[in-house]
């Protein structure tokens, strides 16, 4: 099995690498990239309506609810975080992943 992971490049801004992570640095093929570990998530395999990959620090739209939610890996279950009401999980597992779409990250909004 192999573990993908995601962060910003810090020498070009806005630009997202993927693949295994080595400390503070991606490996994406041959190639080692530095990244901010603040924007580092990790994959969890699984795919919202657009068949975009959905990371943890995501941010995700119930398309049936209208409501966001933020992604958390937990060391061994992804959740869901609701920003209005802070101790109200899901399991990212138990959602219909027809009914989401990826809106963007927490490590993107913090830095607008």
């Not at 080692?32 to 975009?52: A, K, P, Q, T």
């Not at 966001?68 to 999980?89: H, I, M, Q």
Request: glycine fraction near 8%.
């Amino acid at each position: 099995m192999r573990f993908e992971f995601r962060g910003q490049q810090k020498d070009t801004p806005n630009k997202w690498i993927y693949g295994s992570l080595i400390g503070d640095d991606i490996i994406y093929d041959t190639e080692c990239h530095r990244v901010d570990i603040n924007s580092v998530g990790f994959s969890s395999g699984l795919h919202d309506c657009f068949g975009i990959k959905i990371f943890e620090n995501d941010i995700i739209l119930n398309l049936k609810t209208n409501q966001y939610y933020e992604v958390t890996f937990d060391g061994t279950d992804f959740w869901l975080k609701r920003a209005s009401a802070p101790f109200n999980f899901m399991l990212l597992a138990d959602v219909d992943l027809d009914m989401v779409k990826v809106v963007g990250n927490s490590y993107k909004i913090e830095e607008e």
